[in-house]
Protein backbone atom coordinates (compact mmCIF):
# COMPACT_ATOMS: atom_id res chain seq x y z
CA UNK A 1 0.00 0.00 0.00
CA UNK A 2 1.15 3.20 -0.95
CA UNK A 3 2.24 5.43 1.87
CA UNK A 4 2.01 8.98 1.63
CA UNK A 5 4.40 10.62 3.47
CA UNK A 6 5.11 14.22 5.40
CA UNK A 7 7.06 16.23 2.84
CA UNK A 8 9.70 17.47 5.75
CA UNK A 9 10.51 13.90 6.79
CA UNK A 10 12.01 12.64 2.61
CA UNK A 11 15.02 11.78 2.43
CA UNK A 12 17.19 12.94 -0.20
CA UNK A 13 16.78 10.56 -2.98
CA UNK A 14 12.80 10.41 -2.35
CA UNK A 15 12.57 14.48 -2.85
CA UNK A 16 14.62 13.69 -6.04
CA UNK A 17 12.60 10.70 -7.10
CA UNK A 18 9.03 12.83 -6.49
CA UNK A 19 10.72 16.06 -8.29
CA UNK A 20 12.51 13.64 -11.12
CA UNK A 21 8.68 12.57 -11.96
CA UNK A 22 6.69 15.59 -11.53
CA UNK A 23 9.56 16.81 -14.83
CA UNK A 24 9.40 13.94 -16.62
CA UNK A 25 5.38 14.16 -16.73
CA UNK A 26 5.87 17.77 -17.66
CA UNK A 27 8.65 16.47 -20.48
CA UNK A 28 6.20 13.87 -21.88
CA UNK A 29 3.62 16.86 -22.41
CA UNK A 30 1.11 15.15 -19.52
CA UNK A 31 1.32 17.75 -16.65
CA UNK A 32 -0.42 20.79 -18.45
CA UNK A 33 -3.87 19.04 -18.72
CA UNK A 34 -3.72 19.10 -14.72
CA UNK A 35 -3.81 22.84 -15.00
CA UNK A 36 -6.14 23.14 -17.80
CA UNK A 37 -8.97 20.88 -15.46
CA UNK A 38 -8.28 22.78 -12.50
CA UNK A 39 -8.86 26.08 -14.43
CA UNK A 40 -11.52 25.20 -16.24
CA UNK A 41 -13.71 23.94 -13.15
CA UNK A 42 -12.32 26.83 -11.24
CA UNK A 43 -13.88 28.86 -14.31
CA UNK A 44 -17.54 26.94 -14.24
CA UNK A 45 -18.07 26.20 -10.10
CA UNK A 46 -20.52 29.01 -9.22
CA UNK A 47 -22.43 29.69 -6.19
CA UNK A 48 -25.91 29.71 -7.62
CA UNK A 49 -24.87 27.24 -10.55
CA UNK A 50 -23.23 24.28 -10.97
CA UNK A 51 -20.02 23.40 -8.82
CA UNK A 52 -18.18 20.52 -8.26
CA UNK A 53 -14.61 21.15 -7.96
CA UNK A 54 -15.19 24.11 -5.49
CA UNK A 55 -18.06 26.09 -3.49
CA UNK A 56 -19.16 22.80 -2.92
CA UNK A 57 -19.84 19.50 -1.06
CA UNK A 58 -17.39 17.95 -3.58
CA UNK A 59 -14.54 19.96 -3.11
CA UNK A 60 -13.18 16.90 -1.38
CA UNK A 61 -13.77 13.76 -2.86
CA UNK A 62 -13.10 16.26 -5.91
CA UNK A 63 -9.19 16.67 -5.31
CA UNK A 64 -8.87 13.47 -3.82
CA UNK A 65 -9.69 12.06 -7.57
CA UNK A 66 -7.80 14.42 -9.14
CA UNK A 67 -4.61 13.95 -6.87
CA UNK A 68 -4.70 9.76 -7.08
CA UNK A 69 -5.15 10.52 -10.89
CA UNK A 70 -2.06 12.97 -10.91
CA UNK A 71 -0.02 10.14 -8.63
CA UNK A 72 -1.09 6.72 -10.49
CA UNK A 73 0.56 9.19 -13.34
CA UNK A 74 3.87 9.66 -11.32
CA UNK A 75 3.98 6.04 -10.72
CA UNK A 76 3.76 5.20 -13.89
CA UNK A 77 6.77 7.08 -14.59
CA UNK A 78 8.55 5.75 -10.66
CA UNK A 79 6.23 3.32 -8.92
CA UNK A 80 8.12 4.01 -6.04
CA UNK A 81 6.86 7.48 -5.87
CA UNK A 82 3.44 8.99 -3.29
CA UNK A 83 2.62 12.62 -3.16
CA UNK A 84 4.19 14.09 -0.31
CA UNK A 85 1.94 15.84 1.92
CA UNK A 86 3.01 20.28 3.15
CA UNK A 87 1.83 20.02 6.77
CA UNK A 88 1.39 24.35 6.70
CA UNK A 89 1.32 24.25 10.21
CA UNK A 90 4.50 23.13 10.79
CA UNK A 91 6.66 24.53 7.89
CA UNK A 92 5.17 28.09 8.12
CA UNK A 93 8.00 30.49 7.18
CA UNK A 94 9.87 31.03 3.39
CA UNK A 95 13.00 29.74 4.77
CA UNK A 96 11.34 25.99 5.52
CA UNK A 97 13.25 22.73 3.62
CA UNK A 98 9.89 22.44 1.62
CA UNK A 99 11.20 25.63 -0.54
CA UNK A 100 14.75 24.45 -0.95
CA UNK A 101 16.55 23.33 -3.86
CA UNK A 102 15.68 19.85 -3.76
CA UNK A 103 12.50 20.10 -3.63
CA UNK A 104 10.01 23.34 -4.49
CA UNK A 105 12.89 25.93 -4.98
CA UNK A 106 12.08 29.28 -3.15
CA UNK A 107 9.83 32.34 -3.31
CA UNK A 108 9.96 34.43 -6.77
CA UNK A 109 12.37 37.26 -6.46
CA UNK A 110 11.80 40.79 -8.19
CA UNK A 111 9.37 42.73 -10.03
CA UNK A 112 8.23 39.80 -11.58
CA UNK A 113 8.23 37.42 -8.53
CA UNK A 114 10.14 34.80 -10.85
CA UNK A 115 11.24 32.07 -9.15
CA UNK A 116 14.70 31.47 -9.82
CA UNK A 117 16.29 28.51 -7.58
CA UNK A 118 15.05 24.88 -7.70
CA UNK A 119 13.72 22.79 -10.16
CA UNK A 120 10.88 24.67 -11.24
CA UNK A 121 12.62 27.54 -12.20
CA UNK A 122 12.22 29.09 -15.46
CA UNK A 123 15.83 29.44 -16.35
CA UNK A 124 16.76 25.87 -15.52
CA UNK A 125 15.09 25.15 -18.60
CA UNK A 126 12.22 22.15 -17.39
CA UNK A 127 9.41 24.09 -16.47
CA UNK A 128 7.92 26.18 -19.29
CA UNK A 129 4.76 27.19 -18.52
CA UNK A 130 1.90 26.50 -20.94
CA UNK A 131 -1.28 27.03 -19.49
CA UNK A 132 -1.02 30.42 -17.90
CA UNK A 133 -3.04 33.40 -17.38
CA UNK A 134 -0.86 35.51 -18.55
CA UNK A 135 1.92 35.35 -21.95
CA UNK A 136 4.57 34.85 -18.90
CA UNK A 137 5.80 31.39 -19.33
CA UNK A 138 7.61 31.66 -15.73
CA UNK A 139 6.72 30.19 -12.20
CA UNK A 140 6.07 33.06 -9.94
CA UNK A 141 5.38 32.89 -5.86
CA UNK A 142 5.48 35.40 -3.61
CA UNK A 143 5.82 33.51 -0.14
CA UNK A 144 3.88 35.44 2.62
CA UNK A 145 3.86 38.39 0.52
CA UNK A 146 -0.50 38.65 0.09
CA UNK A 147 -1.09 37.27 3.41
CA UNK A 148 1.05 37.33 6.75
CA UNK A 149 0.86 33.99 8.24
CA UNK A 150 -0.48 30.40 7.23
CA UNK A 151 -3.16 28.98 9.44
CA UNK A 152 -2.33 27.50 12.70
CA UNK A 153 -2.64 24.36 14.36
CA UNK A 154 -5.34 25.98 16.43
CA UNK A 155 -6.86 26.90 13.62
CA UNK A 156 -6.67 23.91 11.82
CA UNK A 157 -8.25 22.29 14.60
CA UNK A 158 -11.22 24.33 15.60
CA UNK A 159 -12.06 23.31 12.07
CA UNK A 160 -11.67 19.49 12.46
CA UNK A 161 -14.41 20.04 15.95
CA UNK A 162 -16.88 20.99 13.36
CA UNK A 163 -19.31 17.87 13.50
CA UNK A 164 -21.66 18.49 10.28
CA UNK A 165 -19.59 17.97 7.15
CA UNK A 166 -21.51 20.68 5.12
CA UNK A 167 -25.25 22.48 5.03
CA UNK A 168 -27.57 23.76 2.77
CA UNK A 169 -27.52 26.17 0.87
CA UNK A 170 -24.04 23.87 0.04
CA UNK A 171 -21.93 26.92 -1.56
CA UNK A 172 -19.75 29.11 -0.44
CA UNK A 173 -21.65 30.43 2.07
CA UNK A 174 -22.34 27.35 4.29
CA UNK A 175 -21.76 26.48 7.71
CA UNK A 176 -20.00 23.20 8.36
CA UNK A 177 -16.40 21.83 7.84
CA UNK A 178 -16.16 21.50 4.58
CA UNK A 179 -16.61 25.38 3.76
CA UNK A 180 -14.51 25.88 7.14
CA UNK A 181 -11.50 23.88 5.79
CA UNK A 182 -12.03 25.65 1.80
CA UNK A 183 -12.10 28.68 3.85
CA UNK A 184 -14.65 31.01 2.60
CA UNK A 185 -15.68 31.30 5.88
CA UNK A 186 -14.10 31.51 8.90
CA UNK A 187 -10.28 31.10 9.89
CA UNK A 188 -9.90 30.20 6.27
CA UNK A 189 -7.83 26.94 6.20
CA UNK A 190 -7.24 25.97 2.26
CA UNK A 191 -7.39 29.17 0.24
CA UNK A 192 -5.38 31.21 2.79
CA UNK A 193 -2.20 29.18 2.02
CA UNK A 194 -2.84 29.38 -2.00
CA UNK A 195 -2.71 33.05 -1.54
CA UNK A 196 0.23 33.03 0.89
CA UNK A 197 2.54 31.30 -1.93
CA UNK A 198 0.81 33.80 -3.94
CA UNK A 199 1.76 34.07 -7.42
CA UNK A 200 0.47 31.43 -9.69
CA UNK A 201 -0.85 29.30 -6.54
CA UNK A 202 -3.49 32.11 -6.00
CA UNK A 203 -4.95 31.82 -9.30
CA UNK A 204 -7.18 28.79 -11.00
CA UNK A 205 -3.46 27.59 -12.87
CA UNK A 206 -2.11 26.90 -9.34
CA UNK A 207 -1.61 23.58 -10.31
CA UNK A 208 1.16 25.62 -12.62
CA UNK A 209 2.55 25.86 -9.00
CA UNK A 210 3.50 21.82 -7.90
CA UNK A 211 3.56 22.63 -4.78
CA UNK A 212 -0.59 22.72 -5.28
CA UNK A 213 -0.12 18.78 -4.88
CA UNK A 214 1.42 18.88 -1.37
CA UNK A 215 -1.34 21.65 -0.27
CA UNK A 216 -3.88 19.70 -1.44
CA UNK A 217 -2.39 16.33 -0.01
CA UNK A 218 -1.94 18.26 3.04
CA UNK A 219 -6.12 18.54 2.92
CA UNK A 220 -6.92 15.27 1.94
CA UNK A 221 -4.80 14.49 4.80
CA UNK A 222 -7.44 16.42 7.39
CA UNK A 223 -10.10 15.59 5.87
CA UNK A 224 -9.67 12.03 7.04
CA UNK A 225 -8.72 13.15 10.09
CA UNK A 226 -12.29 14.56 10.28
CA UNK A 227 -13.83 11.50 9.77
CA UNK A 228 -11.72 9.62 12.22
CA UNK A 229 -12.99 12.33 14.47
CA UNK A 230 -16.16 11.90 13.87
CA UNK A 231 -17.36 8.59 12.73
CA UNK A 232 -20.77 8.79 13.14
CA UNK A 233 -21.05 12.16 10.52
CA UNK A 234 -20.50 11.35 7.10
CA UNK A 235 -21.07 13.18 3.19
CA UNK A 236 -23.79 15.66 2.57
CA UNK A 237 -25.91 15.98 0.97
CA UNK A 238 -27.47 12.66 0.81
CA UNK A 239 -30.07 12.95 -1.34
CA UNK A 240 -30.33 14.64 -5.09
CA UNK A 241 -29.55 18.41 -4.72
CA UNK A 242 -29.71 20.66 -7.37
CA UNK A 243 -26.14 21.78 -8.83
CA UNK A 244 -24.24 20.08 -6.26
CA UNK A 245 -22.91 16.30 -6.12
CA UNK A 246 -24.77 14.24 -3.40
CA UNK A 247 -23.12 11.01 -1.63
CA UNK A 248 -24.11 9.00 -4.69
CA UNK A 249 -23.75 11.23 -7.62
CA UNK A 250 -21.28 11.11 -10.48
CA UNK A 251 -18.86 13.69 -10.49
CA UNK A 252 -17.07 15.40 -14.16
CA UNK A 253 -15.08 14.89 -15.38
CA UNK A 254 -14.72 11.48 -14.88
CA UNK A 255 -18.28 10.57 -14.64
CA UNK A 256 -17.58 6.89 -13.32
CA UNK A 257 -16.55 7.99 -9.84
CA UNK A 258 -19.16 8.92 -7.22
CA UNK A 259 -18.54 10.83 -3.72
CA UNK A 260 -18.89 7.79 -1.78
CA UNK A 261 -16.65 5.85 -4.00
CA UNK A 262 -13.92 7.87 -2.46
CA UNK A 263 -14.66 8.31 1.26
CA UNK A 264 -12.05 6.11 2.40
CA UNK A 265 -8.68 6.87 1.48
CA UNK A 266 -6.92 3.98 2.94
CA UNK A 267 -8.47 2.04 0.01
CA UNK A 268 -6.00 3.82 -2.28
CA UNK A 269 -3.04 4.77 0.12
CA UNK A 270 -2.55 5.70 4.01
CA UNK A 271 -0.55 8.69 5.54
CA UNK A 272 2.39 7.96 7.39
CA UNK A 273 0.09 9.62 10.29
CA UNK A 274 -3.23 10.39 10.92
CA UNK A 275 -3.98 14.07 11.78
CU1 LIG B 1 -8.92 23.34 -6.64
CU1 LIG C 1 -6.80 24.45 -3.69
Not at 60 to 81: S, Y
Not at 138 to 162: E, I, M, N
Amino acid sequence: MAIRKNQATLTAAEKRAFVNAVLELKRRGDYDAYVTTHNSFIMSDTDRGERTGHRAPSFLPWHRRFLLQFEQALQGIDATVTLPYWDWTADRTPQAGLWGPDLMGGSGSGDDSRVTTGPFAHDGGNWPLTVAPDSRDFLTRDLGGAVGDLPTRADVDSVLALATYDAAPFNSSSTGFRNNLEGWVGVNLHNRVHVWVGGHMSTGMSPDDPVFWLHHCFIDRLWAGWQKRHPDQGYLPVKATRNVVALHGTMKPWNDVTPADLLDHTKFYTYDTDY
